[in-house]
């Protein structure tokens, strides 16, 4: 406690789930129940889609990477991610991808959950794509290509066994280093591994691909002529203006499913195309307005960008382990005078006790 005196009520404590106890909480829970339970808190949010504010997250775009804003919220509790994106971090010993973020009581405005969301992130991304992938992958899927096998590949993989039945994973990066510590994390999980040497190697017999590569600019990741008829692409790498996974021609092929499109229609692989150019949004393949995968030729693509409520569904998955859970500590956040017009009070009232 930093001051002896006044001791602060019970409302400036905030709830916050630290980097240690988000590892903590995911085994505790375990790794393949955490990411069942938040693809089913994921999929709950997607089918009440129209109670959420939504809105195209705000970026700030710098020549080295991105920060970014995520905020939404329903008639109860409002939430918002920090999160950047750095594709240069990683070579520094930097991460490419940090976040954290909070939510609120809308009644009061009043913080209720601050946590720490880099691992969050890697959790809610993997779990949005495998929730996709229930509808829109070939029936019985079992052989995912990856390719890009930096920090989000092994959530990738772990989400698509529990939620998908995935068994078999093609590994392709540039680095080869990044396949072998993917394929080292994910031994002993039951996978039958395979690290390629090229791209094209790695989509061989792949009924899913998953191309989720860090670059600044648009890459080729993946060429029309490696996409077969029946394929699922879950595109997760390419989610900034300028910067896409796919050659243009693969998207022509493709039945498109996006989150929201008008952040999607910036940041994500249909930036190549017309504004108008038809795609489904999630959401209703989830609440049975829109139709999934309709038939074993059609490729189906996930332009995957990440969107604010899947943010705001993890949170909300965290915040109901709390208190089963005890792993959090709790934060002197909110200055809440006893008196609510005294906040100068509490200020004067503090001078001499000890500080911090
Ligand atoms: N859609 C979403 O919701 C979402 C969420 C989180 C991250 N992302 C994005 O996913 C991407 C990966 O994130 P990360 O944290 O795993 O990054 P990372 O830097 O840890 O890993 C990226 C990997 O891609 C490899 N790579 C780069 N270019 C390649 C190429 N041409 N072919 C094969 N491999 C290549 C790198 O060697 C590296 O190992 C980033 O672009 C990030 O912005 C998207």
Redesign the pocket.
Known sequence: MPFSAPAPSHLAFVPFVSVQNMMALVHTIGIDTFLRELGEYLEADFKRWSEFDKTPRVAAHSAEGVIELMPTSDSSLYGFKYVN?H?KN?KEGLQ??TAFGMLADVASGYPVLLSEMTLL?ALR?AATSAMAAKYLAPANAKTMAI???????EFQAMAFREIVGIQALRL????RA?SEKCARNLSGQGFDITICKT?EEAVEGADIITT????KQC?T?LSDNMVGAGIHINA??G?CPGKTELQRDILLRSTIFAEYPPQTRIEGEIQQLPEDHPVTELWQVINGEAKGRASDSQITLFD???FAIEDFSALRYVRDKLEATGLYEKLDMVADPDDPRDLFGMLQRSKGTDTP
């Not at 390719?147 to 590949?153: D, F, R, V, Y």
């Not at 392709?172 to 680095?175: E, S």
């Open positions: 994106g594709p990683m490419t991808v992130t991304t390719i890009g096998n930096g920090a989000q590949s392709y990066d540039l680095d990044a791209s989720v590569t860090a670059d890459a990741i997760v790498g989610d995957s960008v990440g």
